[in-house]
């Protein structure tokens, strides 16, 4: 079904809208996560000496720009919440941009690496290869996009009052690279359970 621009805005606008209700909670239920393993998937693949320039799309109260920041590199967050981007600038003292995902405007070829946690699912299917090409172009050449998403089964809709698209490998594959990008990797989460208890596909691609 062909979403229209009042149903994508009001995607848009409920989506953000649950997580400004919600962003004490999430950032205290998310302080701990531990995506190192995410974080050294990206950093491994990008070429050229450190430090890295990084997006952090997505970066909710900014606890990766933290981490980015902590390891020599140079963080630069990008949410569509309000809250989020408040919280962002004040706990890790990086430039934190509020974008609309549908909506962006983003520098040609400013860095060497995004880090997209948790956050490109949100985005409906019928919009998702143009949100693509748009993050392949603020790469620089060679670049590297790390993803992480709830694994599915290409399906997408409400989930609450939050709105998903949820990819198999196959087809996240088949997305990425009409994006323009070249697989590196890919993994499940958490690491060390059987698969059917993994419900995250992780994967780490490079700018073509």
Not at 6 to 31: K, M, P, S, W
């Amino acid at each position: 079904m062909k979403l229209d621009p009042q149903d994508l805005a009001q995607i848009t606008d409920t989506t953000v809208g649950h997580y400004n209700e919600v962003a004490d909670d999430f950032r205290e239920g998310t302080r701990d996560h531990d995506v190192s393993q995410n974080i050294n998937a990206l950093l491994r693949h990008i070429e050229g000496a450190a430090p890295f320039q990084i997006l952090d799309f997505g970066c909710g109260p900014g606890r990766d720009l933290q981490t980015f920041t902590a390891m020599g590199h140079i963080a630069v967050g990008l949410d569509g919440t309000e809250r989020f981007t408040e919280m962002a600038r004040a706990d890790s003292g990086c430039e934190v941009w509020q974008q609309n995902f549908l909506k962006l405007d983003l520098p040609a070829e400013r860095f060497d690496g995004i880090f997209a946690n948790a956050v490109l699912f949100h985005v409906p299917r019928q919009e998702l290869p143009r949100v693509l090409r748009e993050l392949h172009a603020t790469l620089k050449p060679r670049g590297v996009l790390f993803s992480s998403n709830p694994r599915g089964d290409n399906k997408e809709g409400w989930n609450g009052s939050r709105y998903g698209s949820y990819h198999d490998l196959e087809n996240w594959r088949e997305l990425l690279t009409e994006a323009g990008f070249v697989e590196l990797e890919h993994y499940f989460r958490p690491p060390g359970l059987p698969i059917e208890q993994q419900p995250w596909l992780a994967s780490v691609w490079r700018k073509a």
